[in-house]
C-alpha cells in the first residue's frame, strides 16, 4: 500500500508565498510521475504542475512563472514552491504520484491541503 501526504497548506495574503511538500510511503514501490492538482469550491480539479522521474516538467498556464515542482527522489518528496499568490489560488491541493508496486501500476492522491489566499 503506497500512501502519500501532503503538507505546507495555510493562509497568506495575496503575494505572499508558501511551499507545499508531499511525502510517499509504503513498501516496495517505483514513482514515477508526480503532480500537483487543484479543486477550488465548485469547480472540477485541474492540473497545476508535473514533473517526471526525468526532472522534466509541466506547468498550467495560469501558475507558469510563479510556481515551481520539484522533486528529491531519495526522500519521495515532491514539492511545489508557490509564489506571487493571488487569491484566485485559493484552492486544496492535492498531490498525485503514477506508482508501481509488486508488478502493478496505479495512481494514488493524497488527502489534500487547503490553500487560502486572502486579498
Known amino acids: 500500500q503506497v500512501q502519500l501526504v501532503e503538507s505546507g497548506g495555510g493562509l497568506v495574503q495575496s503575494g505572499g508565498s508558501l511551499r507545499l511538500s508531499c511525502v510517499a510511503s509504503?513498501?516496495?514501490?517505483?514513482?514515477?510521475?508526480m503532480g500537483w492538482y487543484r479543486q477550488a469550491a465548485g469547480m472540477t480539479r485541474e492540473l497545476v504542475a508535473l514533473?517526471?522521474?526525468?526532472?522534466?516538467?509541466h506547468y498550467a498556464d495560469s501558475v507558469k512563472g510563479r510556481f515551481t515542482i520539484s522533486r528529491d527522489n531519495a526522500k519521495n518528496t515532491v514539492y511545489l514552491q508557490m509564489n506571487s499568490l493571488e487569491p484566485e489560488d485559493t484552492a486544496v491541493y492535492y498531490c498525485?504520484?503514477?506508482?508501481?508496486?509488486?508488478?502493478?501500476?496505479?495512481?494514488?492522491w493524497g488527502q489534500g491541503t487547503q490553500v487560502t489566499v486572502s486579498p
Open positions: 514533473i517526471t522521474s526525468g526532472t522534466s516538467t
Open positions: 509504503g513498501n516496495m514501490f517505483t514513482i514515477y510521475t
Open positions: 498525485n504520484a503514477l506508482v508501481s508496486s509488486a508488478g502493478a501500476h496505479f495512481s494514488r
